[in-house]
């Protein structure tokens, strides 16, 4: 479609006259006037191939890619062409209570284009607007305890008119059936909804309806295709609203006599494939839920006005708008915290979506933050409060538990920090300088005056202390890594080692680590005790420095010089050995 992005990447592999393949190649990708190359290889890779996706011009025109590597030259052609999704279904909304909601229209023309193209089963029939919202009115499933949980359609806390759950959609379509979002935290955007098109993913999409200034409620299309122009194709299951385009709805448009503008709230996709057995979902009104884990924020959430917008509705009061947030997370980590914000006291829903269901109402004064964990067959909610294992305390470098005195740490848990309200860690009754902190996870300088031994940790938060007997050696090296286990390394000119920047044989490079143990003052550089060595694919390297990196609490640097009769490579393994432990090995270029 014009504006899409093609779903499948520009592969190209470089090789020599002999049929070896070439890595490090220094690649470059080109793109015809209106089109672009997007997350293009600057290099090539250890199988000598680069890659670029290219996206389409916003008209309906030819386009041109070109990668040039080694000298040589290939070029791709492609050409945007607009259209709909084949076959996409029109289901209208009508008077009765089965197919007066656009929500469920607008899931209905999805989930059927779905089954028709083979990509869900019909499980429950051919799914039609009046058939999906009595499945889902009567849809129930139980708890642990036999309690009966009915919420196909359901109420925010404190809401008052009942909105479709999206995430029970899946048991119409067999489980084939996955709730995603189609666009970014930082916002939806037109190309990512081609993007999708342009994969045969129709949208759907919610927009806030005003009139006049005023607020009216919310309504429900999808996105199906793509114009000349690249303006985003709509099915609108509203007979009178009825607009074809996306940019009518944001430009403003007059219909049964009013004058009707649209704000973009939500967009989704309902992929076809099996969702996460272990999904959970926090429904709330007007409270502001934010839920994370140790690898970050979770999930995403989609909200939306309560009340749908009709043709001469009157405008809502303020405050009478009541919305609804859903917030899912796949689960698959073993703890989360919700941060409950907004103004006097707020509730929430927790929504177990797993096969043994479970379902719970929390209410508190906010600022409030809560635990999510699965002690038995169901999440379950409580006051977050701070906890974490001895065994969860890791070498910041490799993160395994060999740690030692002035060691980077790192330190896993809950309830670790407080935004606002610094958290204390001591080690061995001596304080350790905190140099990063989340709820789930904080990172520690270790008193460098530690000896070998068990010593207590200790963490102070704003939500409580708690302590651990932890084993520290002399020593325990670790190296410092990149993706694809690389190593963090600088060439002597002082720029990061890579397979398209490579270490000279003869020069010196600086490698990054942690746990070389005790240093001492050498003028105003502070030297490791214990001697340490380098290796390159089991060379010796000399060793001209070990000590601590001035500037970076934790850290080590080695500053070690590759022999100048040494084999060059592009993958080649560093480790280094001290106090007869050899650290895990990383890889770096050598030419």
Same mark, same amino acid.
């Given at each position: 479609?014009?504006?899409?992005?093609?779903?499948?990447?520009?592969?190209?592999?470089?090789?020599?006259?002999?049929?070896?393949?070439?890595?490090?190649?220094?690649?470059?990708?080109?793109?015809?006037?209106?089109?672009?190359?997007?997350?293009?290889?600057?290099?090539?890779?250890?199988?000598?191939?680069?890659?670029?996706?290219?996206?389409?011009?916003?008209?309906?025109?030819?386009?041109?890619?070109?990668?040039?590597?080694?000298?040589?030259?290939?070029?791709?052609?492609?050409?945007?062409?607009?259209?709909?999704?084949?076959?996409?279904?029109?289901?209208?909304?009508?008077?009765?209570?089965?197919?007066?909601?656009?929500?469920?229209?607008?899931?209905?023309?999805?989930?059927?284009?779905?089954?028709?193209?083979?990509?869900?089963?019909?499980?429950?029939?051919?799914?039609?607007?009046?058939?999906?919202?009595?499945?889902?009115?009567?849809?129930?499933?139980?708890?642990?305890?036999?309690?009966?949980?009915?919420?196909?359609?359901?109420?925010?806390?404190?809401?008052?008119?009942?909105?479709?759950?999206?995430?029970?959609?899946?048991?119409?379509?067999?489980?084939?059936?996955?709730?995603?979002?189609?666009?970014?935290?930082? &916002? !939806?955007?037109?190309?990512?909804?081609? /993007? $999708?098109? *342009?994969? %045969?993913?129709?949208?759907?999409?919610?927009?806030? #309806? @005003?009139?006049?200034?005023?607020?009216?409620?919310?309504?429900?299309?999808?996105?199906?295709?793509?114009?000349?122009?690249?303006?985003?194709?709509?099915?609108?299951?509203?007979?009178?609203?009825?607009?074809?385009?996306?940019?009518?709805?944001?430009?403003?448009?007059?219909?049964?006599?009013?004058?009707?503008?649209?704000?973009?709230?939500?967009?989704?996709?309902?992929?076809?494939?099996?969702?996460?057995?272990?999904?959970?979902?926090?429904?709330?009104?007007?409270?502001?839920?934010?839920?994370?884990?140790?690898?970050?924020?979770?999930?995403?959430?989609?909200?939306?006005?309560?009340?749908?917008?009709?043709?001469?509705?009157?405008?809502?009061?303020?405050?009478?708008?009541?919305?609804?947030?859903?917030?899912?997370?796949? &689960? !698959?980590?073993?703890?989360?915290?919700? /941060? $409950?914000? *907004?103004? %006097?006291?707020?509730?929430?829903?927790?929504?177990? #979506? @797993?096969?043994?269901?479970?379902?719970?109402?929390?209410?508190?004064?906010?600022?409030?933050?809560?635990?999510?964990?699965?002690?038995?067959?169901?999440?379950?909610?409580?006051?977050?409060?701070?906890?974490?294992?001895?065994?969860?305390?890791?070498?910041?470098?490799?993160?395994?538990?060999?740690?030692?005195?002035?060691?980077?740490?790192?330190?896993?848990?809950?309830?670790?920090?407080?935004?606002?309200?610094?958290?204390?860690?001591?080690?061995?009754?001596?304080?350790?300088?905190?140099?990063?902190?989340?709820?789930?996870?904080?990172?520690?300088?270790?008193?460098?005056?530690?000896?070998?031994?068990?010593?207590?940790?200790?963490?102070?938060?704003?939500?409580?202390?708690?302590?651990?007997?932890?084993?520290?050696?002399?020593?325990?090296?670790?190296?410092?890594?990149?993706?694809?286990?690389?190593?963090?390394?600088?060439?002597?000119?002082?720029?990061?080692? @890579?397979?398209?920047?490579?270490?000279?044989?003869?020069?010196?490079?600086?490698?990054?680590?942690?746990?070389?143990?005790?240093?001492?003052?050498?003028?105003?550089?502070?030297?490791?005790?214990?001697?340490?060595?380098?290796?390159?694919?089991?060379?010796?390297?000399?060793?001209?420095?070990?000590?601590?990196?001035?500037?970076?609490?934790?850290?080590?640097?080695?500053?070690?010089?590759?022999?100048?009769?040494?084999?060059?490579?592009?993958?080649?393994?560093?480790?280094?050995?001290?106090?007869?432990?050899?650290?895990?090995?990383?890889?770096?270029?050598?030419?």
């Amino acid at each position: 479609y014009p504006g899409a992005r093609l779903p499948q990447a520009l592969l190209i592999q470089v090789r020599d006259e002999f049929g070896n393949v070439l890595a490090g190649v220094p690649v470059r990708f080109t793109a015809s006037p209106g089109a672009q190359t997007e997350g293009a290889s600057t290099v090539t890779d250890a199988l000598g191939q680069a890659e670029a996706y290219l996206r389409l011009p916003l008209r309906e025109l030819p386009a041109l890619a070109t990668a040039e590597a080694g000298r040589q030259v290939v070029t791709f052609s492609a050409r945007a062409v607009s259209g709909t999704l084949p076959g996409f279904p029109r289901f209208m909304q009508g008077t009765s209570p089965e197919t007066r909601d656009a929500l469920t229209n607008a899931a209905a023309a999805t989930l059927r284009y779905l089954q028709d193209t083979g990509q869900v089963p019909a499980s429950n029939g051919a799914v039609e607007p009046t058939l999906l919202h009595r499945f889902l009115k009567d849809f129930c499933v139980f708890d642990p305890r036999g309690e009966k949980i009915c919420d196909g359609f359901l109420m925010a806390p404190g809401g008052s008119a009942p909105v479709m759950n999206l995430w029970r959609l899946p048991a119409f379509a067999g489980g084939n059936l996955d709730i995603a979002p189609a666009g970014l935290p930082t &916002g !939806i955007k037109a190309e990512q909804i081609r /993007d $999708l098109l *342009g994969q %045969g993913i129709p949208v759907l999409l919610g927009l806030t #309806l @005003s009139s006049g200034g005023s607020v009216l409620g919310s309504h429900f299309v999808v996105a199906n295709g793509v114009s000349p122009n690249g303006a985003i194709l709509l099915h609108d299951p509203s007979p009178v609203f009825n607009r074809t385009t996306l940019d009518e709805y944001l430009a403003g448009f007059t219909a049964s006599g009013g004058q009707y503008r649209g704000a973009l709230q939500v967009a989704v996709q309902l992929a076809p494939r099996s969702p996460s057995p272990v999904g959970l979902l926090v429904v709330s009104g007007e409270a502001l839920t934010e839920v994370s884990s140790a690898a970050g924020s979770c999930g995403f959430a989609l909200s939306w006005l309560e009340t749908q917008a009709e043709p001469g509705s009157t405008a809502l009061t303020p405050g009478a708008g009541r919305n609804i947030r859903m917030h899912y997370c796949d &689960g !698959i980590l073993p703890a989360y915290q919700l /941060d $409950l914000g *907004g103004t %006097g006291r707020q509730s929430f829903i927790l929504t177990d #979506l @797993s096969s043994s269901g479970g379902r719970s109402e929390t209410a508190a004064s906010v600022p409030a933050a809560f635990r999510f964990t699965r002690p038995g067959p169901s999440w379950t909610a409580g006051l977050q409060q701070l906890s974490f294992e001895a065994a969860s305390v890791r070498n910041g470098a490799d993160f395994s538990t060999r740690l030692s005195a002035g060691v980077l740490a790192s330190i896993f848990g809950q309830g670790l920090s407080v935004p606002g309200q610094p958290a204390v860690v001591e080690v061995g009754g001596r304080p350790a300088m905190v140099i990063s902190e989340s709820s789930f996870q904080v990172n520690i300088a270790a008193p460098r005056e530690l000896a070998p031994g068990e010593h207590l940790v200790r963490i102070s938060s704003g939500y409580g202390q708690a302590e651990q007997l932890v084993a520290f050696q002399a020593v325990s090296p670790a190296l410092f890594r990149q993706a694809s286990q690389r190593g963090v390394v600088l060439n002597q000119d002082g720029t990061l080692n @890579s397979p398209s920047n490579p270490a000279r044989r003869g020069q010196v490079i600086v490698v990054y680590a942690t746990g070389l143990g005790a240093v001492a003052s050498q003028g105003e550089l502070e030297v490791v005790q214990t001697p340490v060595a380098g290796f390159l694919d089991g060379n010796p390297l000399e060793t001209l420095f070990a000590g601590f990196a001035p500037g970076f609490p934790g850290v080590y640097q080695l500053n070690l010089r590759i022999g100048a009769e040494l084999p060059p490579g592009l993958q080649q393994s560093l480790t280094v050995r001290q106090g007869g432990i050899d650290a895990e090995a990383v890889f770096i270029a050598v030419q």
